[in-house]
């Protein structure tokens, strides 16, 4: 008897031949496609025209694409933008936030803008978060709040120190 712990000296029938499990090559499985193969199994009838569809297709994309002249405004738009975030990198002065780097984004840098919504995407990251005194919107939402707690005696309890939590946790949020 081998014992009740296992089977010998390991594997399925032991070291001494016998059925060994090693890794099995990887054959990949590619899926027949009749486009691949297309000279081995020829067209029974020939391919329909589409020039009239293709037509369409040119036509429907060059109606949905903006015109040249939006493009080129959109381009000195945005090349101005990036100038002036560069030289805020470049040259910060006593603007506080620190920035990283200027990324476009979107469909003006995939090249796939539709006629009527020409907008231009730009990532701006930075290096540091902004503080949330140097928030505007924090500010401005404790105003209203505090405006609030005057004018309406259901928020009366709320000081101005809870007003503050508040506000930033909306604002973090």
Same mark, same amino acid.
């Given at each position: 008897r081998r014992g009740d712990r296992?089977?010998?000296r390991g594997g399925r029938f032991g070291s001494r031949g016998g059925l060994v499990q090693g890794y099995r090559p990887f054959v990949p499985h590619i899926p027949f496609d009749f486009y691949v193969c297309e000279m081995a199994f020829p067209r029974v009838k020939p391919a329909p025209d589409? /020039?009239?569809?293709?037509?369409?297709l040119l036509k429907r994309n060059q109606d949905l694409s903006p015109t040249p002249t939006e493009?080129?405004?959109i381009l000195s738009l945005v090349t101005k933008i990036n100038n002036v975030i560069d030289n805020l990198i470049v040259a910060p002065g006593n603007f506080e936030v620190q920035i990283?780097? #200027?990324?476009? #984004?979107?469909?003006y840098k995939k090249g796939t803008? /539709?006629?009527g919504h020409n907008v231009a995407d730009l990532v701006v990251i930075l290096?540091?978060?902004? /503080?949330?005194e140097?928030?505007?919107f924090m500010n401005f939402l404790i105003r209203l709040l505090k405006d609030l707690r005057v004018r309406f005696p259901g928020f009366e309890p709320l000081t101005p120190w809870i007003l503050d939590l508040l506000v930033s946790t909306v604002v973090r949020v």
């Open positions: 296992g089977r010998g589409e /020039t009239a569809f293709s037509e369409c493009q080129a405004s990283e780097e #200027v990324r476009q #984004v979107g469909s803008m /539709t006629a290096k540091i978060l902004p /503080t949330c140097s928030h505007y």
